[in-house]
């Protein structure tokens, strides 16, 4: 991946090997030998992560950590604090000023690596997220509860797999004052669990007893719910051969036991955020999907939608000689209910016609609104007679109720509809419904509130 990584450090030999080891994984680097050269670096340039030292003249990694955190222009920047002291206290302290995660010198490199991968992955899924929802503000659109706990680590769902049971009561109480976290020794109904209900963590033991953790891993993995759940592996010290398997295999982050509180809180906040902005930008991506294809009135599929849709049908039809007929309906009169009533009244209008169009048609049948008044449906294996019943049970759906505009005023409304079906090899999808919309034309010819089929 590439990533941009701030160096921080007053000693030069600090600096260049980390800047070595990430320009050997492609991330590119910059670097500064104090804090306040770190704070002016930030202020004109793009950094991903700082890789912030702790001890250093002046101004130390901690109030530079939380100056970067204090400005709203650079508090999104996730920060990696470097020390050579290895107390609860340093780790404490670091949080309270901001820091996103933890790395003790001397510094491993596979700790390294995968620290600034996952918290460069969550930057850019951040800048993505926000750079949505400034859109979205630009637009009128209000911020929502989906965004707000997407920003947030707190309060996650964690499945807890650890068959030795003091470690997983450590690792509870931990969990416990932020989070809901759930203890399951058993691999089998650890995956049924996954499968049946939400989380938005997978923590496993390679310490298991009768069990292979990683043959878990691989399965959560596999799986279509789970495959972007995030999961922390809980590794022995020298076990650096399962370690690099299990990031291989898609594990999101590891730590060594014997596990240190902070530095798990801290790594279990980076995937429970990083989950929660992957959910958000893809829920996001399938609404503007949605919105792209669904008329936002009606819930219809629109007109951009329906003609893919018809081409493929057309062509399918074409291929296996089955029948294929399309109706086009028209409210007739309709600019006089928008005279009469305004827009609002209009809409209500077609709104229920559209309720009704839609209980006219079978599962395998497509309903759309072209625009305006005029709607369509495509109808897969039907031929012409079928689908003049169709359109004539349509028609005597809308005018035999009158529509309710508001508590005083019901209005009669009536459609016209016209038909057609595939009859020529060399028929197109512009040609049948080219025949069908002559056909609806016709219909208004001949007096409206009525079906025609196939008028060229």
């Avoid at 890789?51 to 901690?62: A, E, R, T």
């Avoid at 291929?319 to 028209?330: N, P, Y």
Wanted: aromatic share 4%; charged share 30%; net charge neutral.
């Amino acid at each position: 991946m590439t990533a941009r990584v701030l160096v921080v450090d007053d000693i030069l030999a600090n600096v260049k090997l980390p800047e070595a080891r990430l320009a050997a994984e492609y991330f590119e680097v910059l670097t500064a030998y104090s804090g306040k050269e770190a704070l002016e670096v930030l202020a004109r340039e793009r950094v991903d992560v700082v890789l912030l030292d702790v001890m250093m003249p002046g101004m130390d990694g901690y109030e530079a950590c939380r100056r970067i955190k204090s400005n709203p222009k650079t508090h999104h920047v996730p920060v990696i604090m470097v020390t050579a002291l290895d107390q609860p206290s340093d780790r404490v302290q670091g949080l309270e000023n901001g820091a996103d995660d933890f790395l003790t010198k001397p510094v491993d490199d596979i700790a390294l690596i995968t620290r600034v991968k996952n918290l460069a992955r969550l930057k850019m899924l951040n800048d993505e997220m926000l750079m949505r929802a400034t859109t979205g503000r630009q637009m009128g659109m209000a911020e929502n509860a989906a965004l707000e706990k997407a920003l947030s680590g707190r309060s996650g769902r964690i499945l807890v797999v650890d068959d030795h049971p003091r470690s997983a009561t450590r690792l509870l109480d931990a969990l416990a004052k932020t989070h809901e976290a759930f203890v399951e020794p058993d691999l089998h109904a650890a995956l049924v669990r996954l499968a049946e209900q939400n989380f938005d963590l997978l923590i496993v033991s390679l310490s298991l007893t009768n069990a292979d953790g990683m043959r878990l891993c691989s399965q959560v993995r596999s799986l279509e719910r789970t495959r972007h759940l995030p999961i922390i592996i809980l590794v022995e010290p020298g076990d650096d051969a399962r370690l690099l398997r299990g990031l291989d295999m898609g594990v999101n982050d590891y730590l060594m036991r014997p596990i240190e509180r902070h530095e798990m809180l801290a790594r279990v906040k980076t995937q429970i955020k990083r989950k929660r902005h992957s959910d958000y930008l893809r829920n996001r991506l399938e609404e503007s999907v949605e919105l792209s294809i669904i008329d936002p009135l009606t819930g219809l599929h629109n007109r951009r939608y329906m003609e893919g849709h018809l081409k493929t049908l057309v062509a399918e039809a074409l291929h296996s000689g089955r029948a294929l007929s399309i109706l086009v309906a028209d409210i007739d009169h309709f600019k006089k209910v928008n005279d009469t009533f305004g827009h609002d009244g209009g809409d209500f209008v077609l709104k229920e016609f559209s309720q009704r169009f839609q209980r006219n048609t079978r599962g395998i049948d497509l309903a759309c609104r072209l625009g305006g008044e005029e709607f369509l449906i495509i109808m897969p294996d039907t031929d012409i007679a079928r689908a003049y019943q169709v359109g004539e049970r349509l028609r005597a759906c809308v005018a035999a109720d009158p529509f309710t505009i508001n508590s005083e005023t019901r209005i009669r409304v009536t459609a016209s509809v016209g038909l057609a079906t595939i009859e020529r090899a060399d028929d197109t999808p512009e040609s049948v419904f080219k025949r069908a919309d002559n056909a609806l034309y016709a219909a208004k010819r001949r007096g409206r509130n009525r079906v025609v089929a196939d008028a060229a």
